[in-house]
């Protein structure tokens, strides 16, 4: 399913993490917000439990899950998300989601950044930036 790109967002800071916000628009002309937070470093200790992996939400807390993609590809101007099933049923969205930017600006750039920046993170190795 392909959606036009709203507005793209990123940030870290200490409680949430690196993260990613995409604004769409859904065929129905409705807005919605898809964050992925980026997992825990790589090289946490870990302490008697595992590292934490990426996680999704859709819109709010009801509509999350982790480990939610098989392949996040991040082009000049667009953003593939391939779902699993699990992502799929949890966010409520197709196994192929397709977001596309018209004129990719400083936003879109500085998120593509963040993306590369989160494949260094537990479960980043389903990122992939073109």
């Not at 953003?79 to 977001?99: A, D, I």
């Amino acid at each position: 399913m392909k959606y036009p790109l709203t507005g793209i967002k990123c940030g870290e800071d200490q409680l949430a993490g690196m993260w990613v916000g995409i604004g769409y628009r859904s065929k129905d002309g409705e807005l919605h917000a898809l964050y992925i937070v980026g997992g825990e470093d790589a090289s946490a200790k870990r302490t008697g439990r595992s590292l934490v992996p990426i996680y999704f939400e859709r819109d709010d807390q009801s509509l999350s899950c982790y480990e939610a993609a098989e392949k996040i590809l991040v082009a000049d101007d667009s953003v593939t998300l391939t779902l699993n099933k699990n992502g799929s049923v949890s966010l409520e969205l197709p196994r192929t989601v397709h977001f596309v930017v018209e004129k990719p600006g400083r936003d879109f750039k500085k998120a593509r950044k963040m993306f590369a920046e989160m494949r260094k993170r537990h479960g980043g190795e389903v990122i992939h930036v073109a």
